[in-house]
């Protein structure tokens, strides 16, 4: 509609005539439909590869399922990839099952099963599209960080953990955009747990909300905390800093930890 010319605007105007148009998805940011007046898209019944959005929910089918995670059709020939992180707890475990020989799994992911995802990002020159069957995401009501400067201190949102380093999780949103939860809160709150086995504490593939601490959109980084509430958040830092001296040095931690974003 942005490009379209003032006459063509008219028939949007309030009180118009009825139009057909298609819901091609949802924007939980805006809680709003996504809506498509093309006639290829009144014809089809899909959405077209250029109306997609990072952050977007759509209706889609299994198309394939394997150890790489499942691929998803949202028809006219537009598939996606959803990773084996973002398959969801009960899909990996039957999976996982379902390879070592074992029949009659429940929660098995089968071609021509109806499901809703949510789209992690687009790369349109490739046509390569990334999507998430996590649960947390696609029902999110949450704000969606599709960007860095979208991303301000105190912004609660969801993420799913894609790293677990000695400094820290990183945590990943939509669109490349990433940051990283401080190894100095994670030791105030696992304590000893955290140095020997951080893998214990958080699983890759999480889901998991958090607050924005602080973000940096010209440098792509963003700190990231587990706590909600900023008063805790700061109680935890103050006494990881004033307890024993950590196993890797803040040093090493803050070098890794900006390497990552």
């Not at 214990?200 to 958090?210: E, K, M, S």
């Given at each position: 509609?942005?490009?379209?010319?003032?006459?063509?605007?008219?028939?949007?105007?309030?009180?118009?005539?009825?139009?057909?148009?298609?819901?091609?998805?949802?924007?939980?940011?805006e809680g709003a439909l996504l809506l498509s007046f093309k006639k290829s898209a009144l014809a089809s019944g899909g959405v077209a590869f250029g109306e997609l959005r990072a952050g977007d929910?759509?209706?889609g089918t299994i198309k394939t399922v394997g150890d790489y995670g499942a691929i998803v059709s949202l028809g006219q020939g537009i598939d996606g990839l959803?990773?084996?992180?973002?398959?969801?707890?009960?899909?990996?475990?039957?999976?996982?099952?379902?390879?070592?020989?074992?029949?009659?799994?429940k929660g098995t992911l089968t071609p021509g099963d109806?499901?809703?995802?949510?789209v992690l990002s687009v790369d349109a020159p490739s046509r390569k599209l990334?999507?998430?069957?996590?649960?947390?995401l696609v029902r999110s009501t949450l704000p969606r960080v599709t960007r860095y400067d979208e991303a301000s201190p105190g912004l609660v949102t969801h993420?799913?953990?894609?790293?677990?380093?000695?400094?820290?999780?990183?945590?990943?949103?939509?669109?490349?955009?990433?940051?990283?939860?401080?190894?100095?809160e994670l030791r105030a709150t696992h304590g000893d747990v955290w140095d020997d086995t951080?893998?214990?504490?958080?699983?890759?593939?999480?889901?998991?909300?958090?607050?924005?601490?602080?973000?940096?959109?010209?440098k792509?980084?963003?700190?990231?905390?587990?706590?909600?509430?900023?008063?805790?958040?700061?109680?935890?830092?103050?006494?990881?800093?004033?307890?024993?001296?950590p196993r890797a040095g803040p040093a090493d931690d803050d070098a890794d930890a900006d390497a990552v974003g």
């Open positions: 509609l942005a490009r379209a010319s003032a006459r063509a605007l008219g028939a949007f105007a309030p009180g118009g005539a009825p139009r057909a148009g298609r819901v091609i998805g949802y924007s939980p940011l929910v759509h209706e959803v990773a084996k992180d973002h398959l969801g707890t009960a899909a990996r475990r039957a999976l996982d099952k379902r390879r070592a020989g074992a029949k009659g799994v109806a499901v809703t995802v949510c990334s999507l998430s069957l996590l649960r947390e993420g799913v953990v894609t790293g677990v380093r000695p400094f820290g999780c990183v945590v990943s949103f939509y669109a490349g955009v990433r940051g990283v939860v401080r190894a100095a951080p893998k214990a504490c958080y699983a890759l593939g999480q889901a998991v909300r958090v607050r924005v601490v602080s973000v940096e959109p010209a792509a980084r963003m700190c990231l905390s587990f706590s909600l509430d900023p008063a805790k958040a700061a109680a935890a830092a103050k006494a990881a800093a004033l307890g024993a001296a």
